[in-house]
């Protein structure tokens, strides 16, 4: 039992921006404002002019109805939009169009949950809300916020969407925090409303606590990487100073990415600050039955409903599945690469399967790329796992040429350029397995009990020939030659 005073309870506000969309919440300026000359994308509405009237954006509702039924969330069917009131340069109209739960105002959607799996365990993550709210301007520093001499303010961010997912603080870890995340932005990926992976898409403000203490909110943590690192240092900070006799203070802090450490901003402010009214420039939307069925009808198939299919169709396991399902695209180009040989069978998938959670991955991963950013094809692979089968090349050095495989060389090309062709001559082969067989006399001595001791001397051949030696034939000649001696029948 983990000791009661030393429980940490975390609760999340994920704020994610719908990429997806064409223009923003409630004008028509474009929402993609990547790479655009600044104050470019900007018009009356979004940057709040006077006299200027803000109209609701239907397919952000309709994306928002997609998110909160894959979150299996009860979608509210009156809602009405509130200002947000503050005073800061990254907002000209000094408020915020967003929603709010309170005073006569409902959430897009309340409740729903995410499932997390965690060393085996299951856990339901569950949701209090998610609402829709327009995102503010971008601030613009030269170098770090603490030393810039001047701010900048770049209004093509002014209005573009953003949906705001708020867990119960139900999440004891970051662990758990990590894993629920990447739930989500799988979810995300999967109902086709963000690219989660674009710069500033996501910004994430955690509320964290001792259980029995005052709670801190680390604000504007700009990627679902960093969530984990900062939850980190705030607990360890937390328990420091309880340990110290410290009271802990009800605070907003800043998470600064490069020290990896949390600042604190300023004594938290409450609700009542922000001044809430209804935005009386917009009417009430009403969300029927009838619309959020047309929205169910349509939505694509979801991950866990995926994992359960790549069970059935390819016999994987569990593990396998919910990892090859996490990210839509890996999965796409797996049922795109096992579909595409009629040979392929249930030792052909798992093959696929590794290949791509393994040395892929890992690459990706090391890169910090997606699959769609390399040149592989699925039918490399299905390449890959042929050559190796037929004995053609080794795994040893398959695993070398996957890099090359990445930049969109077949393994044709690749085994010229490094003219790594198998061995298969019969008698060099001899010539080394002999030779290791004079070298390892202990080896050979275990081989009498042990059949798997083998390994280790055809291990030796391919150490002997830089992994070149077909490892079929290497084989068969190395039970000729102890058999020859007597030491195996
Ligand atoms: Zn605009």
Known sequence: ??????EVVIGLEVHIQLTNLKTKLFCS????????EPNSYVCPICIGLPGSLPAINKKAIEFATRLA???????????????????????????????YNKA???????????????????????????????????????GSIATSPYTLVDYNRSGVCLIE??????????EEAREFLKQLKSIVQYSEISNLDYEGSVRVDANISIRGHERSEVK???????????????????????????????????????????????????????????????????IDDEF?????????????????????????????????????????????????????????????????????SRWLNEQNKTINDTKLHPHQIVDLIKYINEGKITTKIAKTIIKDMMEGFSISEILEKKGKKRISDEKLLNKFGNEVIEENPNIVKDCRKNPKAIEAL????????????????????????????????
């Open 220 to 286: 504007n943590i700009n990627s679902f990487r960093e969530v984990e690192r900062a939850l980190r240092h705030e607990i360890v900070r937390q328990k420091n100073l309880l340990k110290r006799g410290k009271l802990l203070a009800q605070e907003t802090r800043h998470w600064d990415d490069k020290r990896r450490i949390t600042i604190s901003l300023r004594t938290k402010e409450f609700e009542a600050d922000y001044r809430y009214f209804p935005e009386q420039d917009l009417v009430p939307i009403e």
């Open 1 to 6: 039992m983990s000791s009661q005073k030393n």
């Open 69 to 99: 039924i894959a979150l299996n969330g009860n979608i509210n069917e009156s809602i009405y939009f509130f200002r947000k009131n503050y005073f800061y340069p990254d907002m000209s109209k000094n408020f915020q169009i967003s929603q």
């Open 29 to 36: 300026c474009s929402n993609n404002y990547r790479g655009a």
């Open 104 to 142: 006569g105002g409902k959430a897009f959607a309340d409740g729903g949950q995410i499932t997390i799996k965690l060393n085996s365990h299951k856990k339901d993550i569950i949701l209090n809300r998610i609402h829709l709210e327009e995102d503010p301007a971008r601030l613009v520093h030269k």
């Open 292 to 360: 959020i069925q047309k929205v169910k009808d349509e939505l694509p198939e979801m991950p866990r409903e995926r994992s359960i299919r790549l069970r059935r169709d390819y016999n994987l396991s569990e593990f396998d599945s919910d990892n090859l399902v996490l990210d839509k695209d890996i999965a796409d180009f797996y049922e795109d690469g096992v579909n595409s040989d009629a040979s392929f069978g249930p030792d052909e998938y798992k093959q696929f399967c590794n290949w791509l959670m393994n040395d892929v």
């Open 165 to 174: 997912i708020v867990t119960e603080p139900v999440i004891s870890s970051p």
């Open 458 to 489: 055809i291990g030796r051949v391919m150490a002997k020939t830089r992994g070149q030696a077909d490892p079929h034939i290497t084989r068969a000649i190395m039970l000729e030659l102890l058999k020859e001696l007597g030491i195996i029948t």
